[in-house]
């Protein structure tokens, strides 16, 4: 099976970031993760992209904040699928990070998941493996299913305490 790539811009991303390994794993989808960033180790990031492919990696998910061009710089070395969480930091409440990741130029897609939206982004990458991996595409329909019945059960309890 392709590896996955997630990588951050900062350790202290990681709190976040973490949701998508526990993610990955849940599903027995192998990764690495690194700390490499688009600003303070472009050589680096850089190198990591370009090698991507011939290294295993299926799809990379790029995690940053504030300033957040990890993601775009991804896209920018590699023609893999790159996937970019937008990281809520302690000023602007993540907006600026969503913007820079989401706002990329004609020819270069990023795949932007919500603020801080790291199990997403597991799960986009998931996704993508699973057009050519059959028993990822059955957990995750298996998954869809128990997610619809947790809900169904809370409808039941909720309903059932206001029904007339
Ligand atoms: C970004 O700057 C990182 O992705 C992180 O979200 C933010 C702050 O980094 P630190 O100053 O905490 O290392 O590049």
């Known amino acids: 099976m392709k590896k996955v790539g997630i990588l951050m811009g ?16 849940k ?10 960033s688009a600003h303070r180790t ?3 990031a850089r190198a990591f992209a370009m090698n991507a492919r011939e290294n295993g990696f299926g799809t990379i998910i790029a995690a ?12 920018a070395n590699t023609t893999l699928p790159v996937i970019g969480i937008p990281i809520k930091s302690s000023t602007l409440d ?26 997403n982004a597991a799960l986009l990458a998931i996704q993508i493996l699973s057009v050519s991996d059959e028993e ?8 869809r299913a128990a997610g619809a019945a947790a809900v ?9 305490k206001y029904a007339k």
């Open 10 to 25: 900062s350790d202290s991303d990681f709190p976040i970031v973490e949701k998508a390994a526990i993610t990955l794993e």
């Open 27 to 36: 599903y027995g989808v192998p990764f690495e993760m690194h700390v490499y």
């Open 42 to 44: 472009p050589e680096e």
């Open 64 to 75: 940053a904040g504030k300033a957040a061009h990890l993601a775009g710089a991804m896209a």
């Open 94 to 119: 993540g907006l600026d990070a969503l913007l820079s990741t989401v706002q990329m130029p004609s020819g270069l897609p990023v795949a932007t998941v919500a603020i801080d939206g790291a199990e």
């Open 136 to 143: 990822l595409a059955k957990k995750l329909t298996e998954a």
């Open 152 to 160: 169904l059960e809370k409808d039941r309890i909720i309903s059932a």
